[in-house]
């Protein structure tokens, strides 16, 4: 009997696809990762992710007066700040405050939520493809990226944001499959959090934009051959929802952190035309040198290029919304670069937005083998090919995760791992949590102290590191210094503090910070 994908039953198809994902949970080692503390490429982020969710869940803040453990906003007396709505922080830390604080809790949440978005993507091509093979290998591209297999098990919004696009394409798609109005709120409902939680994942919402703007001034119809939005007016109400509700936290967020006089996250648009061209050219040679084979190997962007080609080509052989949503997320990309340019060069993670593109050129191209009829030697060779391109691209990605975790990337762990481990030891030598802290050798913004639960100052940007600055924090409270780093202990600016010793952990070494240490 000849074996077809369309002769599976809808719960059987789930069932396959949920066990893919179990391998591919297994497959990257999410379940030894998951219990790790924040480390490796961009332990920063990670930590004031964390940072931000440990003092909701302590009662420390709230959600419109977001926190942090580094104490460098009003004058080096608080730890307000604020970058995206803290959605994702406030559900985690309610999880905290009912089965306590654990490294776990936070990667499970953003592990879990990341694998159903996958799932709804899974279910949204059943929807164009039915049972089909691509079906089932589509949403496994997401995976192969080794940005995204790294941060799909992390700390950061930028994953859970993606994920929640991608449920919101699935009712999108529910909305034109069966013309229902609910489907379409429900749709922009995740839309909405999504940008939210990345203003980056709102290209989708512009795709979609624009293709409402195209129906509503001009003959153009993306359904077949009906409109899709067939109620004009009716319809622009929950794109002006989702408009007020993004402005009005990004509008927000940018008086807040001017209010408490902080820079640290930025809101704003860091555009390539801010730079020299000096500066532009060192940058794209960085991206190049450190995370354009991050972003996935190198194959996968000719193959994308090229199936991009492939589209355009044959363009009247495809859905008239597919291929338009493709070209129009292919621009919405290159308008991505163009206006946060600068910020690429230090965060692999902004990547993750833009892979929503190479998912629908996929899927176009899948849509328009179809439309041409194509014979099924060239099918089947087709599917071949990108199998065989996914199990290369699964290999590279899993390469690349170890090295994060056990290679060069994580070379940072060995001084900052004590910090996940201090905390009782403080407790026991009697620093308290509410002590403020001045933390030496920590150059981030708050990973040691919010490993440690302590609040305090580092030595990020250079502070810390005269005699003034740091009589300056202890005139503000600090009770203690930890320094990380015993060649440290020889420096000039340190030796007035570094009297008065009460503990050692591992690499660590604890000063209390009296009035006689400073005279």
Known sequence: MKFSFKNITGKQSNTIFLVLLVSVFFFYDYNHIISKPPQSTHMWRQADCLSFTLNLAQGDCDFFHMQTHSLTSDNDTSGAGVSEAPVLYYFVALLYRLFGYHYAIYRIVNTLLFFLGIFYLFKMLKLLFKN??????????????????????????????FSLSLIGWYYFFKFKDKSKDKFLYVSFLFFTLAGLLKILSLTSFVAIGIIYLLELFTSLKFNGSKKLFYKAFK???????????????????????????????????????????????????????????EYYHPVFFFITLGLFAFNLIFLKKSDKFLISLTFLLFLSNIAILVLWFKAFKDHDYYFISLIIFPVFNLITFINILENLKIKFAVQLSSKIIFTGLLIFLFYDAGQKLNIRYHGWRNNDIKLYGAYTEITPYNRYIGIKRTDTIISIGDHTNSYSLTMMNQKGWTQMAGQNKTVENIKKHINKGAKYIFINNDKLLKEDYLQPFIKNKVGDFKNIRIFKLTDDTIK
């Open 132 to 161: 089909s093979f691509w079906t089932y290998l589509i949403p496994l591209f997401i995976f192969a990226s080794p940005v995204v297999a790294y941060y799909a098990s992390n700390f950061l919004t930028d994953t859970t944001a």
């Open 235 to 293: 319809h622009f109400y929950p794109f002006i929802i989702l408009v007020i509700i993004i402005s009005a936290w990004y509008i927000y967020a940018l008086n807040y952190n001017s209010f408490h006089k902080t820079d640290y996250f930025s809101n704003k648009i860091i555009p390539v035309w801010s730079l020299t061209f000096d500066n532009i050219i060192n940058k794209i040679n960085y991206i190049k040198n450190l995370h354009f084979k």
